[in-house]
Every structure is written in C-alpha cells, then in structure tokens.
Nanobody, 121 residues
Framework: VQLQASGGGLVQAGGSLRLSCAAS????????MAWFRQVPGQERKFVAS????????VYADSVKGRFTISREKAENTVNLQMSDLKVEDSAVYYC???????????????WGQGTLVTVSS
C-alpha cells in the first residue's frame, strides 16, 4: 500500500481546509489510518486516526471539535476536515497506516509524503 496526501495550502485563521490521503492497494477492516503533523525542528505529533472498518475515531486534544477524520471506502481515501484553523495548526501534515492504535509516530510503518498547511493570522 502506498499513501498519497493532498489538499494542503494557505488559509487564514478561522478558515477551513480539507486534506485527503489516497491509498493504493487494499486496506483491511482492521487497519488504522491516521494523520500526524510536524513543525520543522519539532517532533511529529498525532492528530487523528480512524479504524478503516468500523470508522472508530481518536483525536488529539488540541484538535477535538475542530477537525474531523473520515474515510471513503469506495475511493480508498481518508480525509481530514479542518475547521476554525489556528496559526498553531501550521505544519506539514502526514497520513499514515498501521494495524494497531497508537499515537506514537515511531509505531507507524507506512507513511505518505507530507502536505504543507499554513495558517496566517
């Protein structure tokens, strides 16, 4: 499976942006898909994850109520709808795939390329 992230860009604070991650190959129902983000010079941090089959979701406290992760099975895509964006949400966003729940980036083996999100004040 390969992951291809897209949708990043420049947005003003308070605005919205939608990221997408297209997966090539089959994703099993037990598979977990996630978004992480990384500011240059800082460690990569967990944002949100979703179980492919059941749709169960987990969010970082910093994005709860503002971000929504979803999957479109027919298109093999995981989306991250980001609303009420803040300057501190600016980062490179990465999608990832795994077979177990974890918020630690070192536990995730499959990564897509990053997509840059910049939120201006």
């Amino acid at each position: 499976v390969q992951l291809q992230a897209s949708g990043g860009g420049l947005v003003q604070a308070g605005g919205s942006l939608r990221l997408s991650c297209a997966a090539s190959g089959r994703i099993y129902s037990s598979g977990i898909m996630a978004w992480f983000r990384q500011v240059p010079g800082q460690e990569r941090k967990f944002v949100a994850s979703i179980r492919w089959g059941a749709g169960t979701t987990v969010y970082a406290d910093s994005v709860k109520g503002r971000f929504t992760i979803s999957r479109e099975k027919a298109e093999n895509t995981v989306n991250l709808q980001m609303s009420d964006l803040k300057v501190e949400d600016s980062a490179v966003y990465y999608c990832a795939a795994s077979s177990s729940w974890s918020t630690r980036p070192q536990d995730w083996r499959l990564w897509g390329q990053g997509t840059l999100v910049t939120v201006s004040s």
